[in-house]
């Protein structure tokens, strides 16, 4: 058997594997697997570097699937490379399979989730990010688009930083199958409109028949040439190519094959090609030198940002851990990450204003085990949830701040001003969301931020208040702190962020009415303390909360949430922006959102009233 | 004084009002103004049609400033046409000011909110679509666009977008001033980075001096002549313009001058000149005939999805409100808007998988007045929050259908599945959020959705439910239904989607040992019937919420807020999505996730075991 006929006959096999795994499944997207067969036969037989007994070698590349609904093609590769057995390939999409209909990191040689079109590439693009200016390894990333994906601007934001960074260590696929989930795509079998356009943003293009595997060689081979910029090669494919009944046809996206026994037959029979991947020999990737953590300290009573001190705290994080990396959407001049930039600029990325290439950075910098800081303002995060919701699914670790949350930003008006943050962060799987009132506790969450497992989130605030906690206090994730009480107090007033320094006013101002305010610090609102407010709160049994934030999913309804167990419930009264905000100051716009200290104050008298009166 | 000479002296005027108007707020973007500044002159005397005491009328043109923070030069424009007082000019950014930091539909001739970069352009494209397609008036529509905005990948959705309608009345102006907030762009000056990339996108694109008004007039004219496609205007320009402190300078971004009365007397003094805006003749925008609203109508007991049910009723109010259009992100065949688009073609737009586009044009197209309907998978609505977030700051009105929720969609695994969009809709300013049951409950629904005001979201569920409720049976937004009830229940059992049947079956069970339970059907997350749901619970004492989304934000937390007020709260036992679904069949998820009959069923009677303990 020639290469060429080898890697006919293993297309052949992906396909016949793929059209078996779905019907085992009876889902799943066979047709949208075999159109790429080919370009991945010839891929995995000669240009894949990557050691499947190992696959946390650091000279491993990485193959990324961007359509990942391709999955049975993924899972038909691995068995070729003997990762999986034949058996194992047949549990496609059963419950506790391994082999989801998506693939995820449940296996060990998928590096990232995907799923939802138009996140693969951006996040490869972050793995390349890594190869080139982190661990400095010679590897390569394989990106397999679909064409139907190409729609989404996130693939374009890639096109652009792949560009930028010189990534010719970037490689992507885009699979020209023509055909959508409901018909053709906006460009069809115009091979053209994509090589003008990755040409237009500085990157090689080779267009190819993407069932010649002669071509396809060549391809490879020449991507493999080009120096100082990224290569895309834009394959030209028939969905569902190799059997007749499905072949070109439209309406067979997302479906098992109707008879799966006559494909199989059609394309072949069974074969059973095992490839042996070429293992690129192990290297050292890069490290950073490491140093002492020291932390920021701050004088109480002093005027800080806490998003100044998100900034001092990371750059002092950075010299005690040498795989923390900072990424910025334009704005470190607002989000202080210019201070990290400025100590390290090895591993500080710009990635202009583009929030959805940001996070997939991120997510593709952990993949290679970096430890990413990612910032900007935190209403501009909102732009990347789609990413975030899957780096969740990834089992990505990350941190993220928002800068400029709430009202409380003042003239800029509400388009600047994060007011679903919280609730958009609380409902990510195993997040973390923390949101400190001032810049020593910030130092301390920031600190903390680096050693949590998972997605973690801090929301600062963009003015100053005062430092009230003292450099030497420690605060731990899922902690909450009691910042004012009595033995007998009447009422608590639980804040985060910018409403703490609202709440001590407000417990002023009570104090000198004779009504005696709890005040608690709430700073981890994900994991929450329940058990430090409902302790908190039962010795007062009234209790009001008060957030820069929208009344859903924020502070509040994750203080209610904390407090649902208890046996006997203290009235709650919950403060929240409730209105539209404009443009005004901070102190007149949290006034008009009724988050004030005397919004505050009113809410505890008419609490502790109709606790008198009843 | 010349033509030309006019357009300077009018431009000087727009940078000296900007100046002045940020020099009064003490913040605000004054240097972002004056780069674009001789553009807005050129087009506001000669080229703009705009009606400024006429906003509504239907022949106007639209000037979408897509970099909002140039918000000084907008309200400058606006004392020139005399649509506003110098007075007011400087009320810019003051608390009750209508001139907010980013312009607003305060503002009668804003049509839509801007201010989050790379929201303009795309909404641009809706309302050129608008004109186009549906009002088929020969209005123009003018996005003046920052050179820095061009890094979000949703500015090439709306060039794809544009040349995919033919979008020739429609005309994007680059105000390429090199600098962005923090730095250079990611290209500078190099105005043929974005020609190229225009014309990729077949675009017709012209490069001119930004500051030379009668290139800037050839340029318009040429735009004016171009047929059968949009046109992009790269124009160089200088930040800061005119004003030696701040030209061309770093570190000038949002920021007002330090001396502003210099900047004025170096920009000429002040100036009144008044701009007699062109006005287009009135004309009658196309409208399409009405019929009767025929809902459909599903037999009780029946299993229907009701992702068909959005579709079969979309299409019934379609027929009967001529106004409504639907979008849909490339699923049509999925969430069902393929039944809107057999009937009636001409209101559909395929939006590809570009759903920050597909947000964008209903943005766009709502603000001439059409009433959309945007749908895809739940999980993608994700990808366009921010859009979202910035169509409440707009006071837009659309409607969200977001299909495929939850893990009760099976095999296809979690990168398909909408666990946070409870949490992410809630938390919109002014929404109302819909989780119907079943196709009868879901056809009434969507009809009251089309009467809705602000933006209202559908959730709808992948799997064929039981049809519970009868064709004439009414629903309320803002109401709940109570299923299942006796004089004395023990325990109420509130869900919503997909859970009502499971919370059904699970009394059912819990009725064979003698325990009796409401099952309350929670329809209307937001605004949540209060009231209703106090009543429903307070009979029982202990409460069982169950949803097939994360704990945070979504249904269990809703109804934790609906009872708070409270004197005395029932015991409440929430089940939500815990742990990261894999795939695997509804029923296998829905039990591995701890929402189905049998979880339900447990927490039930662990709470009234609890209660009969006490």
Same mark, same amino acid.
């Given at each position: 058997?020639?290469?060429?006929?080898?890697?006919?006959?293993?297309?052949?096999?992906?396909?016949?594997?793929?059209?078996?795994?779905?019907?085992?499944?009876?889902?799943?997207?066979?047709?949208?697997?075999?159109?790429?067969?080919?370009?991945?036969?010839?891929?995995?037989?000669?240009?894949?570097?990557?050691?499947?007994?190992?696959?946390?070698?650091?000279?491993?590349?990485?193959?990324?699937?961007?359509?990942?609904?391709?999955?049975?093609?993924?899972?038909?590769?691995?068995?070729?490379?003997?990762?999986?057995?034949?058996?194992?390939?047949?549990?496609?999409?059963?419950?506790?399979?391994?082999?989801?209909?998506?693939?995820?990191?449940?296996?060990?040689?998928?590096?990232?989730?995907?799923?939802?079109?138009?996140?693969?590439? @951006?996040? =490869?693009?972050?793995?390349? &990010?890594? *190869?080139? +200016?982190?661990? /400095?390894?010679?590897?390569? !990333?394989?990106?397999?688009?679909?064409?139907?994906?190409?729609?989404?601007?996130?693939?374009?934001?890639?096109?652009?930083?792949?560009?930028?960074?010189?990534?010719?260590?970037?490689?992507?696929?885009?699979?020209?199958?023509?055909?959508?989930?409901?018909?053709?795509?906006?460009?069809?079998?115009?091979?053209?409109?994509?090589?003008?356009?990755?040409?237009?943003?500085?990157?090689?293009?080779?267009?190819?028949?993407?069932?010649?595997?002669?071509?396809?060689?060549?391809?490879?081979?020449?991507?493999?040439?080009?120096?100082?910029?990224?290569?895309?090669?834009?394959?030209?494919?028939?969905?569902?190519?190799?059997?007749?009944?499905?072949?070109?046809?439209?309406?067979?996206?997302?479906?098992?094959?109707?008879? @799966?026994? =006559?494909?199989?037959?059609? &394309?072949? *029979?069974? +074969?059973?090609? /095992?490839?042996?991947?070429? !293992?690129?020999?192990?290297?050292?990737?890069?490290?950073?030198?490491?140093?002492?953590?020291?932390?920021?300290?701050?004088?109480?009573?002093?005027?800080?940002?806490?998003?100044?001190?998100?900034?001092?705290?990371?750059?002092?994080?950075?010299?005690?851990?040498?795989?923390?990396?900072?990424?910025?959407?334009?704005?470190?001049?607002?989000?202080?990450?210019?201070?990290?930039?400025?100590?390290?600029?090895?591993?500080?990325?710009?990635?202009?204003?583009?929030?959805?290439?940001?996070?997939?950075?991120?997510?593709?910098?952990?993949?290679?085990?970096?430890?990413?800081?990612?910032?900007?303002?935190?209403?501009?995060?909102?732009?990347?949830?789609?990413?975030?919701?899957?780096?969740?699914?990834?089992?990505?670790?990350?941190?993220?701040?928002?800068?400029?949350?709430?009202?409380?930003?003042?003239?800029?008006?509400?388009?600047?001003?994060?007011?679903?943050?919280?609730?958009?962060?609380?409902?990510?799987?195993?997040?973390?969301?923390?949101?400190?009132?001032?810049?020593?506790?910030?130092?301390?969450?920031?600190?903390?931020?680096?050693?949590?497992?998972?997605?973690?989130?801090?929301?600062?605030?963009?003015?100053?208040?005062?430092?009230?906690?003292?450099?030497?206090?420690?605060?731990?994730?899922?902690?909450?702190?009691?910042?004012?009480?009595?033995?007998?107090?009447?009422?608590?007033?639980?804040?985060?962020?910018?409403?703490?320094?609202?709440?001590?006013?407000?417990?002023?101002?009570?104090?000198?009415?004779?009504?005696?305010?709890?005040?608690?610090?709430?700073?981890?609102?994900?994991?929450?303390?329940?058990?430090?407010?409902?302790?908190?709160?039962?010795?007062?049994?009234?209790?009001?909360?008060?957030?820069?934030?929208?009344?859903?999913?924020?502070?509040?309804?994750?203080?209610?949430?904390?407090?649902?167990?208890?046996?006997?419930?203290?009235?709650?009264?919950?403060?929240?922006?409730?209105?539209?905000?404009?443009?005004?100051?901070?102190?007149?716009?949290?006034?008009?959102?009724?988050?004030?200290?005397?919004?505050?104050?009113?809410?505890?008298?008419?609490?502790?009233?109709?606790?008198?009166?009843?």
């Amino acid at each position: 058997m020639t290469e060429r006929e080898r890697w006919q006959e293993l297309g052949q096999q992906l396909r016949v594997d793929s059209v078996r795994a779905a019907a085992a499944a009876g889902s799943g997207h066979p047709t949208s697997s075999m159109s790429a067969a080919d370009l991945m036969a010839v891929l995995l037989d000669k240009y894949l570097h990557y050691d499947f007994d190992d696959p946390e070698n650091p000279a491993n590349d990485h193959l990324v699937f961007s359509k990942g609904h391709a999955s049975p093609l993924v899972y038909s590769l691995f068995k070729a490379a003997g990762a999986i057995t034949d058996e194992e390939l047949l549990t496609f999409r059963r419950f506790g399979s391994r082999l989801e209909g998506h693939p995820t990191p449940a296996l060990p040689w998928v590096d990232v989730a995907t799923g939802s079109l138009g996140q693969g590439l @951006p996040i =490869a693009v972050g793995i390349a &990010l890594a *190869g080139k +200016r982190l661990d /400095r390894l010679p590897y390569r !990333v394989w990106a397999v688009c679909g064409d139907s994906e190409m729609a989404e601007g996130s693939m374009w934001e890639a096109f652009e930083h792949a560009a930028n960074g010189k990534l010719d260590n970037l490689t992507a696929i885009i699979d020209v199958n023509r055909l959508g989930q409901r018909g053709e795509t906006m460009h069809g079998w115009d091979l053209e409109s994509y090589v003008r356009r990755a040409e237009a943003c500085d990157w090689h293009a080779i267009a190819v028949d993407g069932h010649d595997v002669a071509a396809i060689d060549a391809a490879y081979a020449e991507a493999l040439g080009v120096e100082g910029r990224p290569t895309v090669i834009v394959a030209r494919t028939l969905k569902g190519k190799g059997v007749s009944a499905v072949e070109n046809k439209n309406g067979w996206h997302g479906k098992p094959l109707d008879d @799966p026994e =006559a494909a199989v037959a059609e &394309l072949g *029979g069974l +074969r059973d090609l /095992r490839v042996e991947v070429h !293992v690129r020999e192990g290297a050292e990737p890069h490290s950073f030198p490491a140093g002492p953590l020291e932390l920021p300290q701050y004088e109480l009573g002093a005027e800080v940002a806490t998003r100044k001190a998100y900034g001092d705290a990371l750059a002092a994080v950075g010299g005690a851990d040498p795989r923390v990396v900072a990424l910025d959407g334009e704005v470190s001049n607002s989000t202080y990450s210019e201070i990290f930039q400025a100590a390290y600029p090895e591993r500080f990325f710009e990635m202009f204003i583009a929030e959805q290439q940001m996070v997939a950075s991120a997510v593709g910098l952990q993949a290679r085990g970096w430890k990413p800081f990612a910032s900007t303002f935190a209403a501009f995060l909102t732009r990347a949830y789609d990413f975030i919701r899957m780096a969740a699914v990834s089992r990505a670790t990350m941190a993220l701040s928002g800068s400029h949350a709430g009202v409380s930003i003042g003239e800029d008006g509400p388009s600047q001003m994060a007011l679903e943050d919280l609730a958009m962060m609380r409902a990510v799987g195993g997040s973390t969301v923390l949101y400190p009132c001032d810049a020593n506790q910030t130092a301390k969450l920031v600190a903390a931020m680096a050693g949590l497992e998972g997605i973690s989130y801090l929301r600062t605030t963009r003015a100053a208040t005062p430092v009230v906690y003292g450099p030497d206090e420690d605060f731990e994730v899922g902690g909450s702190r009691v910042l004012r009480f009595a033995d007998e107090d009447d009422v608590t007033i639980i804040g985060a962020g910018i409403t703490v320094g609202e709440a001590l006013a407000a417990a002023d101002a009570l104090a000198a009415e004779g009504i005696s305010a709890r005040v608690v610090d709430c700073y981890s609102v994900k994991p929450i303390d329940a058990e430090g407010l409902q302790e908190a709160t039962a010795a007062t049994g009234a209790v009001v909360t008060v957030e820069d934030h929208w009344p859903q999913g924020g502070l509040g309804e994750a203080v209610l949430s904390a407090l649902a167990d208890l046996d006997e419930h203290p009235a709650v009264a919950r403060l929240a922006v409730a209105g539209m905000p404009g443009s005004g100051k901070p102190a007149e716009l949290l006034a008009a959102a009724g988050i004030d200290r005397e919004h505050i104050a009113d809410a505890a008298r008419q609490l502790v009233r109709a606790r008198a009166l009843r």
